[in-house]
């Protein structure tokens, strides 16, 4: 007997009753993992029931759902169309309620359901699928890029769960031909492109703490520190009233010590401002990370325990979503550690991954060869990565001068997975003024 393939199909004349079994314990399985319906604890097995049967009975959503090689149902989603009166949007879609149930993923199903949901779309005459997806649902979000959905905005109160604000990530993709999708991307009427739209980047100053004074190192090399200021506070300050919108703060004693040490300094640069703080260096437990995001700190950054203790980051990013960010530092593309002192031999991009599947929200990479050089950052390997990735990469090591920041920008247009960049001694020396880098950063 050949091999039974796995089969999609949408839903149009009932579900038997063994089928409506196997349909909500699949998705009372994508619940307690997570995910699914909006729902954060899953309702009694009557509810679900009611819902799946209720949906048959809406004109405008059709329900597929994915067979495995046994003929089980393990998991579903919702193509919805707008109401008939809404002329302007007939030719759309929304893609919802997609989930595959923990248990048989990896198997390509999610693939599978996808694709023909797409063809069902396609078959009803629709030229536009949008979807939207919580950040921390990673997996998801690549799965939908795997097939040529784009990102075109950021919800940042998405969904509120476990008391955290998460964020959403707002997907669309043209179903149309060439000829029809240059018609969708430009009216006539407006000369307006309706093709992804670009946000603008962040420029991240940065404050490097050593010994409770502003710094800034040559390729991370503590013995070669520029001394900038003695007054942390102030330079945050400083920053704030020049139109940033966030700090990038790093405790270089802290890295290379493996805990927190410029404790004075940093609080002092939180309460210095209204502006959102992200901090790195020798945070390194839960006990640190808790206590510097209760302390004010928007958002933690993991560097060398990424590497070394995993399983910390994946926890930290499950109690404080959208809080955690990986720091992946490397030297000609091999991830370094402890302060930058010591270099492994994973590959920066096979961290990030790693760190993806964890659940953190972004991820900062430096090159180190280039940082506090001045000579450019690294945009082969920084688009190469944001390119693997579902979140946000932001850039850092190497910008000298503002020509750096535009070559980054021109980037980010084709590759919008690059969110920012960080920007430290050439600031401090008057290389890139300040209000000229936010003004181009806005420009995008």
Same mark, same amino acid.
């Given at each position: 007997?050949?091999?039974?393939?796995?089969v999609?199909?949408r839903?149009s004349?009932?579900?038997?009753?063994?089928?409506?079994e196997m349909?909500?314990?699949?998705?009372? @399985?994508?619940? !307690?993992?997570? %995910?699914g319906?909006g729902?954060?604890r &899953?309702?009694?097995?009557?509810v679900l029931?009611?819902?799946?049967?209720?949906?048959q009975?809406?004109?405008e959503?059709?329900l597929y759902?994915?067979r $495995?090689e046994e003929?089980?149902i393990c998991?579903?989603?919702?193509?919805?169309?707008p &109401?008939?009166?809404?002329e @302007?949007h007939?030719?759309?879609?929304?893609?919802?309620a997609?989930f595959?149930?923990?248990y048989a993923r990896?198997?390509?199903l999610?693939?599978?359901?996808?694709?023909t949901?797409?063809?069902?779309?396609k078959?009803?005459?629709?030229?536009?699928v949008?979807c939207?997806?919580?950040e921390?649902? #990673?997996g @998801?979000?690549?799965?939908?890029?795997?097939f040529g959905?784009?990102q075109?905005?950021?919800?940042?109160?998405?969904a509120?769960i476990?008391?955290q604000?998460?964020r959403?990530?707002?997907?669309s993709?043209?179903?149309a031909d060439?000829h029809e999708?240059?018609?969708?991307?430009m #009216?006539?009427e407006t000369g307006?492109t309706h093709g992804?739209?670009r946000?603008?980047?962040t420029?991240?100053p @940065?404050?490097?703490?050593k010994d409770?004074a502003?710094?800034?190192?040559?390729?991370?090399?503590?013995d070669?520190a520029?001394?900038?200021?003695?007054?942390p506070g102030a330079?945050?300050k400083?920053?704030? $009233?020049?139109?940033?919108q966030?700090?990038?703060?790093? $405790?270089?004693?802290g890295a290379f010590?493996?805990r927190?040490?410029?404790?004075?300094?940093i609080?002092?640069i939180?309460?210095?401002t209204? !502006?959102?703080?992200?901090?790195?260096?020798g945070?390194?437990?839960?006990?640190?990370i808790e206590r510097w995001?209760?302390?004010?700190?928007e958002r933690?950054?993991l560097?060398?325990?990424?590497?070394? $203790?995993p399983?910390?980051?994946r926890?930290?990013a499950?109690?404080?979503p959208?809080?955690i960010?990986?720091?992946?530092d490397?030297r000609?593309g091999?991830?370094?550690t402890?302060?930058?002192?010591?270099?492994?031999? !994973?590959?920066?991009?096979?961290?990030?991954l790693?760190m993806?599947?964890a659940?953190? #929200?972004a991820?900062?990479f430096?090159e180190i060869s280039r940082d506090g050089m001045?000579a %450019?950052l690294d945009?082969e390997?920084?688009a190469?990565?944001?390119?693997?990735l579902?979140i946000p990469?932001?850039a850092s090591?190497?910008v000298g001068?503002?020509?750096?920041?535009?070559?980054?920008?021109d980037i980010a247009q084709?590759?919008?997975g690059i969110?920012?960049?960080?920007?430290?001694?050439?600031l401090?020396?008057g290389r890139v003024?300040?209000?000229?880098a936010?003004?181009?950063?806005? #420009?995008?």
């Amino acid at each position: 007997m050949g091999r039974v393939k796995i089969v999609c199909e949408r839903v149009s004349s009932g579900l038997s009753e063994d089928d409506l079994e196997m349909l909500c314990e699949a998705a009372l @399985a994508g619940i !307690l993992d997570g %995910g699914g319906f909006g729902w954060v604890r &899953p309702p009694s097995r009557d509810v679900l029931k009611r819902y799946f049967e209720g949906l048959q009975l809406v004109q405008e959503r059709h329900l597929y759902v994915i067979r $495995d090689e046994e003929g089980l149902i393990c998991g579903a989603g919702q193509l919805v169309r707008p &109401p008939a009166s809404y002329e @302007a949007h007939a030719a759309t879609a929304t893609l919802t309620a997609f989930f595959i149930a923990p248990y048989a993923r990896g198997r390509g199903l999610g693939k599978t359901l996808i694709a023909t949901m797409l063809q069902g779309a396609k078959a009803i005459g629709c030229k536009v699928v949008n979807c939207d997806v919580r950040e921390t649902h #990673s997996g @998801a979000i690549r799965l939908f890029r795997s097939f040529g959905f784009e990102q075109w905005g950021t919800h940042p109160y998405y969904a509120r769960i476990g008391g955290q604000t998460v964020r959403g990530i707002f997907l669309s993709k043209l179903l149309a031909d060439d000829h029809e999708a240059a018609e969708w991307r430009m #009216s006539p009427e407006t000369g307006v492109t309706h093709g992804t739209v670009r946000k603008p980047l962040t420029l991240y100053p @940065a404050i490097d703490l050593k010994d409770g004074a502003c710094v800034r190192l040559r390729r991370g090399e503590m013995d070669d520190a520029t001394h900038y200021s003695d007054d942390p506070g102030a330079q945050a300050k400083t920053f704030a $009233d020049a139109g940033c919108q966030y700090l990038h703060v790093v $405790d270089l004693n802290g890295a290379f010590a493996g805990r927190s040490v410029n404790y004075a300094a940093i609080e002092a640069i939180v309460r210095a401002t209204d !502006l959102p703080v992200q901090l790195g260096g020798g945070i390194r437990d839960m006990e640190g990370i808790e206590r510097w995001l209760s302390a004010g700190v928007e958002r933690v950054i993991l560097g060398s325990v990424a590497v070394k $203790d995993p399983e910390l980051v994946r926890q930290a990013a499950r109690a404080f979503p959208g809080r955690i960010v990986a720091g992946i530092d490397a030297r000609h593309g091999k991830v370094a550690t402890e302060g930058w002192a010591e270099v492994s031999e !994973l590959e920066a991009n096979d961290l990030a991954l790693r760190m993806e599947d964890a659940g953190v #929200s972004a991820v900062i990479f430096t090159e180190i060869s280039r940082d506090g050089m001045l000579a %450019g950052l690294d945009l082969e390997q920084t688009a190469a990565m944001a390119k693997s990735l579902s979140i946000p990469v932001i850039a850092s090591g190497g910008v000298g001068t503002l020509e750096h920041l535009r070559a980054l920008r021109d980037i980010a247009q084709d590759v919008p997975g690059i969110s920012g960049a960080i920007v430290g001694r050439a600031l401090y020396d008057g290389r890139v003024h300040l209000d000229e880098a936010l003004e181009l950063f806005k #420009s995008c």
